[in-house]
């Protein structure tokens, strides 16, 4: 791990908001699954040979996941901090293919599905302090940490449910899109650190990054500025950076503005 990264400290989130955002976000999909038809469950997304109905179970398994990791014996040790997180995600991915495939076969009923996990992550909420480690698929966690990065999961699964079945509209909350927001944005500073660069996505998130002369007065010299949903979708290659600029989707001045080969953050 570059030392850059280990030197990161996150920003601090205010835990009773990060739960309701994950409750809110997985109610939101929940209400959302519950009024789709076979043809749409069978219609393609934008990932690989997911088809609809693969990402909806795709979802419960992400957010079903704490319940299950709160009920299993504490792990000694965090091994994964919440600035890591993203830079892990790639390593698991085939086992998360196999996985999601797997509950999407093995699920009938898609509606008690989602009442089942929405029960057991409310359970597993009110049970547990966000300071109880878990072992998440990366490496053992903080809850409150890991809860942190359901936020990022739900959004941006709900965006690539509505980039699906544009007709559903799922609604984002504001919280958890604001969470998922400047976690990313953390990540590009941690993967890129610096202060030449201020990449600006209001009104969630403000970051420096980029070797090189530090702005401290003024307007600087190189700056970035999108909205929450194209960062999103840049950070996680749901998005390309040329196609977001000559969309103007993303605004970018000085020389050091080019953040293409930085992104995306998620594999």
């Not at 698991?92 to 076969?105: F, Q, S």
């Not at 490496?139 to 544009?166: C, I, K, S, Y």
């Amino acid at each position: 791990m570059p030392p850059a990264r280990k030197r990161a400290r996150a920003r601090s989130y205010d835990s009773a908001k990060i739960r309701t955002a994950v409750l809110a976000q997985f109610g939101h999909v929940q209400d959302a699954v519950g009024t789709l038809t076979p043809e749409q469950l069978a219609l393609p997304t934008r990932l690989g040979d997911w088809t609809v109905r693969e990402l909806a179970a795709h979802i419960t398994l992400n957010v079903g996941a704490v319940a299950r990791k709160v009920a299993l014996p504490e792990p000694r040790a965090v091994e994964v901090a919440l600035l890591d997180w993203p830079f892990t995600t790639a390593e698991r991915a085939d086992e998360i293919n196999e996985d999601t495939h797997a509950l999407a076969e093995a699920t009938r009923d898609l509606g008690a599905l989602y009442e089942r996990t929405a029960t057991g992550l409310a359970a597993a909420l009110a049970a547990a302090s966000d300071d109880r480690l878990v072992q998440a698929r990366m490496g053992a966690m903080r809850l409150g940490d890991h809860l942190v990065t359901r936020t990022v999961e739900l959004v941006v699964h709900t965006d690539d449910l509505n980039a699906a079945v544009p007709a559903l509209a799922v609604p984002y909350d504001r919280q958890a899109l604001a969470a998922c927001v400047r976690l990313l944005a953390d990540a590009l500073a941690v993967k890129a650190p610096g202060g030449s660069v201020e990449v600006r996505i209001p009104p969630y998130a403000v970051v420096q990054c980029v070797e090189g002369p530090r702005h401290t007065r003024g307007t600087p010299p190189n700056v970035v500025e999108t909205d929450p949903l194209t960062w999103v979708r840049l950070a996680t290659g749901r998005a390309g950076w040329a196609e977001a600029l000559d969309a103007a989707q993303v605004s970018a001045s000085g020389e050091r503005a080019d953040l293409s080969g930085l992104l995306p953050l998620l594999g």
